[in-house]
């Protein structure tokens, strides 16, 4: 479920019955539900109450920097260096 670009998108009732309609949904056909753009904390509360499996979002945290996969690439400094040295 997607936030729908727009901020605080998930409180407005009828936003909040089309998705607790489509949470129904996914769980009658087993899925697990993802919800993004998850901004604020009553947002997130609501969302664990209809039952949402996964939630992303500033509710939860701040994106941050993973370190990279690959090792560095002799001479390189940069990501796209490093996968096309280990793409070969």
Do not use: C
């Amino acid at each position: 479920m997607h936030g729908a670009g727009a901020p605080r998108s998930w409180p407005s009732s009828s936003r909040r019955l089309h998705n607790a309609a489509m949470i129904k949904l996914a769980r009658a056909m087993e899925f697990r539900v993802v919800a993004e753009q998850v901004e604020r904390q009553e947002d997130f509360d609501w969302l664990r109450e209809v039952g949402v499996d996964y939630v992303q979002g500033f509710a939860i945290g701040q994106p941050f920097v993973m370190a990279p996969r690959f090792p560095k690439a002799a001479g390189s400094d940069t990501l796209s260096a490093q996968v096309q040295a280990h793409a070969g």
